[in-house]
Nanobody, 121 residues
């Protein structure tokens, strides 16, 4: 079982940028998919972005064109670069991994503890 630790959250003004990191406890090269979810105040957890083992990515419509996802296999780390942040991006951001391909974000996925992103002027 892989453990995940997020970092990089914080306070940023609208229009600003922030980069989140997710460090895995083992090699991520064989993990079927990894990604990010978020949970805003009073909202349910929602999908943000994913990156597959092949390196392909997918994004939720609200973040397309503003967020990018990447990984550094040598560092066992996945990143989420967030640009042009909006008030509605404020949330706790969770890193998640689907090692075997059972479905990212499901009960079979592994989750980090979350990192808070606050967007405020």
């Amino acid at each position: 079982q892989v453990q995940l630790v997020e970092s990089g959250g914080g306070l940023v003004q609208p229009g600003g940028s922030l980069s989140l990191s997710c460090v895995a406890s083992r090699s991520i090269s064989s993990i079927y998919a990894m990604g990010w979810y978020r949970q805003g105040p009073g909202k349910g957890r929602e999908f943000v972005a994913l990156i597959s083992k092949a390196g392909t990515s997918n994004f939720a419509d609200p973040v397309k064109g503003r967020f990018t996802i990447s990984r550094d296999i040598a560092k066992n780390t996945m990143y989420l670069q967030m640009n042009n942040l909006k008030i509605e991006d404020e949330a706790v951001y969770y890193c998640t991994a689907d090692p075997e391909g059972y479905g990212l974000g499901t009960e079979t996925s592994t989750w980090g503890q979350g990192t808070q992103v606050t967007v405020s002027s």
